[in-house]
């Protein structure tokens, strides 16, 4: 029993950063100028994914009869968020700085799925496969706001 009270701890860790990262693309969202439709539809596109992903874990959670953290998210979730605030606010709120922010909270999704797959706790295949699907899109979206970002690097 305490080992599936672990795995359901992991799994919770990885709802919090879905919720950490629709959280920051809304606010990218909000941070984002009209002009700028493309990064507003790509960055529904990152929140609606990381919706998917929180759906699909919070099933798994369930499944092994343990309460999903529906709507925390966490602490470098928070700082993430400020940290973003505070670069848009200094920077003129500039597609490349968005962007910057966007990958810096990707980074941290990818470290958070690396390390539940890396956790010691017991998984099926089952969960073990929805975990690194996810990370694998997570990985895409990663580098496809990394481009985006080298864009306007290359563009300035």
Known sequence: MQNNEELIEVLNDLIRINNDRIE?????????????????????????QSRQAKAELIQEVQKRGGGADVN???????????????????????????????????DAAQKAYKEALESEETMDIDIRQVITKQKSSLKESHDLIKRHRDMQVANK
């Open 72 to 106: 925390s998210t966490t602490n470098s979730g928070k700082i993430y968020r400020a940290w973003m605030s505070v670069k848009a606010t200094f920077s003129g709120k500039d597609r490349k700085s968005i962007l910057a922010a966007c990958e810096f909270g990707e």
């Open 24 to 48: 920051g693309y809304e606010k990218a969202i909000s941070e984002t100028k009209d002009i700028d439709a493309d990064l507003q539809t790509l960055f529904r596109r990152m929140a609606d």
